[in-house]
Nanobody, 124 residues
Framework: VQLQASGGGSVQAGGSLTLSCAAS????????IGWFRQVPGKEREGVIC????????YHTDSVKGRFTISRDNAKNTVYLQMNSLKPEDTAVYYC??????????????????WGQGTLVTVSS
């Protein structure tokens, strides 16, 4: 059972990146997925999430209108589309998964599985 986050890189402010969260050993469609990010010296914060049941999404205010989360069940992958990136979006991004769930939360202990993180760097 493994989650693999990928797609990070360096981009200029205003640019876009798409992060992927791929699962092996389980079916992501059955899982609530959360994307978190962390800057050195700061707490890991929730960015956006989607519930397994109903597909409810929730995002932190700072990414409203810029970040979206989507599923490709055929590829067993969840995506984080990030547009209009800002330098303050620079962080290591993690995906996390929890079986089922009608809602999603930005609580680390809510999630069972975590990916290893992928670095996003946004330059001004």
């Amino acid at each position: 059972v493994q989650l693999q986050a990928s797609g990070g890189g360096s981009v200029q402010a205003g640019g876009s990146l798409t992060l992927s969260c791929a699962a092996s050993g389980f079916t992501l469609e059955d899982y609530t997925i959360g994307w978190f990010r962390q800057v050195p010296g700061k707490e890991r914060e929730g960015v956006i999430c989607v519930s397994a049941i109903g597909g409810s999404t929730y995002h932190t205010d700072s990414v409203k209108g810029r970040f979206t989360i989507s599923r490709d069940n055929a590829k067993n992958t969840v995506y984080l589309q990030m547009n209009s990136l800002k330098p303050e979006d620079t962080a290591v991004y993690y995906c996390a998964a929890r079986l089922y769930g009608r809602s999603c939360f930005f609580v680390r202990d809510y999630y069972t599985y975590w990916g290893q993180g992928t670095l996003v760097t946004v330059s001004s």
